[in-house]
């Protein structure tokens, strides 16, 4: 057929890499070469160890891209590192490299080298050849290249010996329960809402059941989790995972998530010694608390311009007579029946004031409607809260010009 360059030893022949051998079959049911050797004997050979064959005025000049490297091989440094299609680090990954898995340095490449912040690793690009015959490029950064002889054996280069680092920050990061970092002010002022914060709000890694989750709320995912490349002093990439981890200080990490579309997202998550059930139980009981304290002061309130409320004990009202309120404080057409809540808290100086704030849902009316209310001896005085200023789940200050009710028990 021609003449090929042999691109891995065949230690058993003395045939090393760099050699070149007369090709006589190709065998694509048994992905083999049948070669020549120099004692005349014919043996097979697996096709990704040779280069494709050519007439024997050209196969020096195949050689002449290997020869360089003939004997250079390499040992891997780090597990999962990534082999790409180009010679450059944002290119696919077509393999991720074992820890100690053996690899044929074939030829260098040009390309830009991968950053470790603002600085440039050392190395170079190479082209690659795993044993399972997977071409590909990789730095040489967390590779161990060394020679061998026609026999297989390493010359020189050091041996990559397995060991566990002793790596405090993965540690911190390994052991502890990560929230988003926007619970803590929610915490701290009492401010809390129960739409953005849950115990199952949070990122955490099982190292021994090898799994990685992150939930938020609008994340829900998790990955089986086979180790990582530290990629800085600060920067770990978990292996074939769009996630990386960023640890900024003591208590408080970045995740850089890349969702399915591939629109990329920095996440900022901190850990904390309160239990998120409880508080979330106490803001629960608070609100219910405040509920039935509204209850069990009427349960009906009526004005005679602004009819008749009755709180029912499970959360629902009835409220008929309400046309003064239409449409400035409830839209056209609304039903007198709904839920409701006391949900928001109230600023320190509305604290003074008022008792609470009260929302109610109206069925068929899509938003909600709050009113300010302070239950005063035998009525309950409720204050639109249209123009009030609110920040997250806390009513901050009053509207210009409210609508103040008086409802009678």
């Known amino acids: 057929m021609g003449y090929s360059v042999v691109l891995w030893n065949i230690p058993e022949q003395h045939i090393k890499s760099g050699d070149i051998v007369p090709v006589y079959i190709k065998s694509n049911i048994s992905h083999v070469y049948v070669i020549g050797t120099e004692s005349g004997e014919k043996i097979e050979v697996a096709l990704w160890q040779l280069t494709e064959p050519v007439k024997k005025g050209k196969v020096k000049s195949v050689a002449a891209k290997y020869s360089e490297n003939a004997a250079t091989y390499a040992s891997v440094k780090l597990d999962g590192l990534p082999c790409r299609a180009e010679p ?204 039935m304290q509204i209850y069990t002061h009427g349960p009906i309130y009526s004005s005679s311009s602004y009819g008749k409320i009755e709180f029912i004990e499970d959360g629902s009202f009835r409220w008929n007579g309400f046309k003064l309120l239409v449409p400035s404080v409830i839209d056209a057409g609304t039903k007198s029946t709904g839920s409701a809540q006391v949900k928001y808290s109230l600023s320190k100086d509305l604290a003074a004031s008022y008792d609470g704030v009260l929302t109610m849902k109206f069925d068929g009316m899509s938003r909600e409607v709050n009113f300010l209310y302070k239950l005063d001896g035998n009525a309950l005085r409720l204050e639109d809260t249209t123009g009030a200023t609110f920040n997250g789940s806390q009513l901050k200050s009053r509207g210009v010009s409210p609508v103040i009710i008086y409802l009678k028990k």
């Open 88 to 291: 450059v680090n944002t290119a696919k990954q077509v393999y991720r490299l074992r820890k100690n898995e053996i690899i044929k340095i074939l030829y260098k490449g040009k390309g830009q080298a991968p950053m470790a912040g603002k600085t440039a690793l050392e190395g170079d690009w190479y082209r690659i050849l795993t044993e399972d015959g997977t071409l590909g490029w990789c730095f040489s950064y967390n590779l161990n290249l060394y020679e061998t002889d026609a026999d297989g054996q390493r010359i020189g280069g050091t041996e990559i010996v397995e060991e566990v680092e002793d790596d405090e920050r993965w540690q911190t990061v390994v052991e502890n329960v990560w929230y988003p970092d926007y619970f803590r002010p929610m915490i701290d002022s009492k401010n809390i809402d129960l739409a953005l914060i849950h115990p199952l709000y949070k990122f955490t890694i099982d190292e021994e059941g090898k799994k990685v989750s992150l939930n938020t709320t609008s994340i829900h995912e998790s990955w089986d989790y086979d180790g990582y490349t530290k990629t800085d002093d600060n920067e770990y990439t978990l292996n074939g995972i769009s996630l990386k981890i960023i640890y900024r200080r003591a208590g408080y990490i970045v995740l850089r998530y890349t969702d399915s579309s591939g629109k990329p997202q920095d996440l900022n998550f901190i850990t904390i010694s309160e239990n998120i059930s409880d508080i979330v139980n106490e803001e629960k009981t608070r609100r219910t608390q405040a509920y």
